[in-house]
Every structure is written in C-alpha cells, then in structure tokens.
C-alpha cells in the first residue's frame, strides 16, 4: 500500500510570495488533514476534510492561507502572501475515517520564508 | 482548547536502559495514539489504544490507557540508539474529531 505522498520537499520563498503544497493520500482514505509543525513543537492541526467537506478549520489563517479537496481525494494548501513565521514543515496525513483511527503521515514540505 | 501535555520535555539515557513517558490532558479522550518523528520526516505511529486500561506492546514498546481516560504512558525496554527522535501522544477530540497532538518527548540515547 502506498504511503502518503507530499511535494516539493523543500521550498524557499520571499515573504509575501504565495506558495503551494499538494498531497495525495493514502487511497480509500475518507479523512485528509494539514498539520504545520513549527522547529520543537507538535504538529498544529490546520484544516482537517472528510471527503471533500471541511470538518474543522478553525487555526488555519484564513487570510492567508486556503485548502481544497476537489473530488475527496488529492489536496491543496496554499499560502498567498506568506509571511516569515510561515516557516515550518507542512505534514499531510490521512486516516479511513474520522474519530479514533490511526493516521498515517507524509514526509511533509519544508518551508523556509525569507 | 484541548490540549495535550507531555513529560518529559527531553531526557537523555544511557543504551540499554528503560524510558518511560506521559501523556497527560484536561479531557477525556476515546482513543489515545503514539507516535516518533526522525528528523526531516513524518511522525510514524507506533500504538494505538482504544480502550480505557488497555496495555498495549510493540516490541520493545509498551503503551498504556490511563484508567481515567485523561492520560497515557509510553514505556521503551532496553534502549537502542535508534530510538533516538521524538515521541508523540495524539488522539481525536470528543465531537469535532480534531486529530492533535501532544507537546513532545525528545529521546537521545547515549552510546
């Protein structure tokens, strides 16, 4: 079974620059989440989808940043303008379904806003 | 909101001893989930819990469900130097379902 896939790896951009991430998850899996996980801390739940509804985007910077889930299956987070504090590793993981099952994680995106 | 509460922060051990660790919250939760993170990857999930005292093992990993469903334990055997990275507790929160995770353990073995 292939695991969660994430691109690019790494990205480097001026502030107020936008940026992308894309995730493919984990296929059959119901709910998709974007975490940011800053240098020592947990990761930071962003937005979370079950198919392609929102369930919960309640810390996600809606004045900068958006996601989408078109047809409940790859998604797209994207930072316009990006600011310094952006800076962070974004992870994409997936899980059949909401509510008590296991999550499985992407290798995530590095990004560094200068 | 809810929160998770790790302890230790970070600990440094000698190879081949025992760790043992805690997951703390100021809410019940219905499933508790531990994870490691390498450097420069993802977080990988090592147990899943799912019901109130459960002991759960993974090799030498053995995780428990705290009685009163607020707080997990995350015990490692015999130390390794792979075992070097951090631990994660998660869960899903009661109602929304929101996955978060717990404020780490950083774990660096000595050879």
């Known amino acids: 079974e292939a695991g969660v896939a994430q691109s690019p790896r790494y990205k480097i951009i001026e502030k107020r620059q936008s940026v992308a991430f894309w995730c493919n998850p984990i296929s059959g899996h119901a709910t998709l989440y974007w975490y940011q996980q800053i240098l020592g801390q947990g990761p930071k739940l962003l937005i979370q989808?079950?198919?392609?509804?929102?369930?919960?985007d309640s810390q996600l910077p809606k004045d900068r940043f958006s996601a989408e889930r078109l047809k409940g299956v790859d998604s797209t987070l994207k930072i316009q303008p990006a600011k310094l504090e952006d800076s962070a590793v974004y992870l994409c993981a997936s899980s059949r379904d909401r509510g008590g099952t296991e999550a499985f994680f992407g290798q995530g995106t590095r990004l560094t806003v200068v | 909101g809810q929160q998770l509460n790790q302890s230790p922060q970070s600990m440094f051990i000698q190879e081949g001893e025992d760790v043992s660790m805690n997951c703390t919250s100021s809410?019940?939760?219905?499933?508790w989930l531990w994870y490691k993170q390498d450097p420069g990857e993802g977080p990988v999930l090592l147990i899943a819990?799912?019901?109130?005292?459960e002991l759960t093992s993974n090799g030498r990993l053995t995780a428990q469900f705290g009685i009163t469903r607020k707080d997990s334990f995350l015990n490692i055997s015999a130390s390794i130097p792979s075992d070097v990275g951090i631990y994660f507790c998660a869960g899903p929160t009661s109602g929304t379902y929101k996955y978060i995770f717990g404020t780490g353990t950083r774990l660096k073995v000595l050879a």
């Open positions: 819990l799912y019901k109130a005292g």
């Open positions: 989808f079950q198919n392609n509804g929102v369930v919960d």
């Open positions: 809410s019940i939760f219905n499933t």
